[in-house]
């Protein structure tokens, strides 16, 4: 049974920075790709960062360019999203998401290309 599990998280100030963590079981993901997103309250999910677990391609969403950085432990099965310089409009519930599937650069700031998702996490920052 796949399963995706998420860490981290939590109340910080602005300029603070936080990390999460996404860890996968149950599945390959060697040659798909793994991506985070984000919703507040009201609002449609929002794109934050994706990358290619098999190419290491990375992107990221302009609003944290620059600030954010995703990174991967293959041995772990596991992504990260350092979060630095964090700003109160970063506060929303973030979500990781996997995909064992082989998908075009494009696809991965799609929620619907991801398979399997995360339980979600709280990020709440305080000016």
């Known amino acids: 049974q796949v399963q995706v599990v998420q860490s981290g998280g939590g109340l910080v100030q602005a300029g603070d920075s936080l990390t999460l963590s996404c860890a996968t079981s149950?599945?390959?993901?060697?040659?798909?790709?793994m991506g985070w997103f984000r919703q507040t309250p009201g609002k449609e999910r929002e794109f934050v960062a994706a990358?290619?677990?098999?190419?290491?391609?990375?992107m990221y969403a302009d609003s944290v360019k620059g600030r954010f950085t995703i990174a991967r432990d293959n041995a772990k099965k596991t992504a990260y999203l350092q979060m630095n310089s964090l700003i109160s409009e970063d506060t929303a519930v973030y979500y990781c998401?996997?995909?064992?599937?082989?998908?075009?650069?494009?696809?991965?700031?799609?929620?619907?290309?991801?398979?399997?998702w995360g339980q979600g996490t709280q990020v709440t920052v305080s000016s």
């Open positions: 998401a996997a995909d064992p599937g082989l998908h075009p650069s494009w696809a991965l700031r799609d929620g619907s290309t991801y398979s399997y």
């Open positions: 149950g599945g390959t993901f060697s040659g798909g790709a």
């Open positions: 990358l290619s677990w098999s190419t290491g391609y990375l």
